[in-house]
Nanobody, 117 residues
Framework: VQLQASGGGLVQAGGSLRLSCAAPRTISSVFNPLNMAWYRQIPGKQRELVARITSDRHTNYEDSVQGRFTISRDNAKKRLHLQMNSLRPEDTAVYYC?????????WGQGTQVTVSS
C-alpha cells in the first residue's frame, strides 16, 4: 500500500509550492486516526523529518522550515498537504509523505522539489 504524493516541481528561491498526498482506498477508512508527516531526502543523506501532524492536528516542524512551511490534513478527502513558502535552494530534495497508526506505516513514492537560486 503506497500513498500518492504530488505537487513537486521547479521554483525560484522565494517562491511557493504545495505538496499533496492522497491515501489509497485500501487505507482511506483508517485515515483519520493516522499520524502523518512529510520527510525529505537529499542524495547521499539520510531522510529527515520536515513536518508532522497528529490525528488530533497537533503539528511539529523541523527548525529550518518553521514559519515557512505549513502541514495540514483534510480528513474528509483523505489528503495530507504541505504548503511551502519562501523556498530556499537548500529545500531542494525529494519529499515523501508518511503515515503511521494501528501498527502499520505507509510511505508515498516521493516528489521532487527543486529550488533555483
Amino acid at each position: 500500500v503506497q500513498l500518492q504524493a504530488s505537487g513537486g516541481g521547479l521554483v525560484q528561491a522565494g517562491g511557493s509550492l504545495r505538496l499533496s498526498c492522497a491515501a489509497p482506498r485500501t487505507i482511506s477508512s483508517v485515515f483519520n486516526p493516522l499520524n502523518m508527516a512529510w520527510y525529505r531526502q537529499i542524495p547521499g543523506k539520510q531522510r529527515e523529518l520536515v513536518a508532522r501532524i497528529t490525528s488530533d492536528r497537533h503539528t511539529n516542524y523541523e527548525d529550518s522550515v518553521q514559519g515557512r512551511f505549513t502541514i495540514s490534513r483534510d480528513n474528509a478527502k483523505k489528503r495530507l498537504h504541505l504548503q511551502m513558502n519562501s523556498l530556499r535552494p537548500e529545500d531542494t530534495a525529494v519529499y515523501y509523505c508518511y503515515a503511521e497508526g494501528n501498527g502499520n506505516n505507509y510511505w508515498g513514492q516521493g516528489t521532487q522539489v527543486t529550488v533555483s537560486s
